[in-house]
């Protein structure tokens, strides 16, 4: 069973405008991490941030994590063309041996 | 795809044929990975390998059976393909903190 929930499941945005996906997830986490897929391909690490962080940044993009409300977002700052893909959260749970379960993903599409 | 090469990269095949999946890496990473991805269902991990020779099942391993003789190699094969199997498959590898590399995906079909 999935892990993770991605919400929204697809967002459409301007170029320029600032992206926000939010993920939830069930259980204890020894961290979350971050996917990206464009269409057709294999997906890609992003970003990880372990369960004692709270904030992580890379670039354009900035992760939270608030394991309380186990939950996380994922920030993506002046968005461009090139970020139209599908993002994953990823959760690998405590105990997980090695294991990642994924979200069903949140669509972006960033509008020219 | 972070020397990762999965063959085939497309197949059609009949329900009730044999259908094996390779994937093949590198990278010398001691995790290998089998997913399929479906439209409503995100990546659900099929099998996985953490060395030669040992394997274990995740979420969705009925009707699919993996081996991993050397490093570089995990397979992934339908012992009899049902209409249910068609799917995008995913190899991914990793080597530390579980942050994986995916291969470009096979796309299956199943008649």
């Known amino acids: 069973s999935q892990q993770g929930e991605e919400d929204p499941q697809a967002l459409s945005i301007q170029e320029g405008e600032n992206a926000t996906m939010n993920c939830s997830y069930k259980?204890?986490?020894?961290?979350l991490q971050w996917y990206r897929q464009n269409s057709g391909r294999g997906l890609v690490h992003l970003i990880l941030i372990r369960s004692n962080e709270r904030e992580k940044h890379s670039g354009r993009l900035r992760v939270t994590l608030d394991t309380s409300k186990k939950s996380s977002s994922l920030l993506i700052t002046a968005s461009r063309a090139a970020d139209t893909a599908s993002y994953f959260c990823?959760?690998?749970?405590?105990?997980?041996?090695?294991?990642?379960?994924f979200g069903k993903g949140t669509k972006l599409t960033v509008n020219p | 795809d972070a020397g990762i090469t999965q063959s085939p990269r497309h197949k059609v095949t009949e329900t009730g044929t044999p259908v094996t999946l390779r994937c093949h890496q590198t990278?010398?990473?001691?995790?290998m990975y089998w997913y399929r991805q479906d439209p409503g269902h995100g990546l659900r991990l099929i099998h996985y390998?953490?060395?030669?020779?040992?394997?274990d099942k995740g979420e969705v391993s009925d009707g699919y059976s993996v081996s991993r003789s050397k490093t570089e190699d995990f397979l992934l094969t339908l012992e009899s393909a049902t209409s249910s199997q068609t799917s995008v498959y995913f190899c991914?590898?990793?080597?530390?903190?579980?942050?994986?590399?995916f291969g470009a995906g096979t796309r299956l079909s199943v008649l």
């Open positions: 390998s953490y060395g030669v020779k040992d394997t």
């Open positions: 990278e010398n990473h001691r995790y």
């Open positions: 259980t204890s986490i020894n961290n």
């Open positions: 990823a959760t690998e749970t405590q105990g997980g041996s090695e294991k990642l379960v």
């Open positions: 991914a590898i990793s080597e530390r903190e579980n942050i994986q590399y």
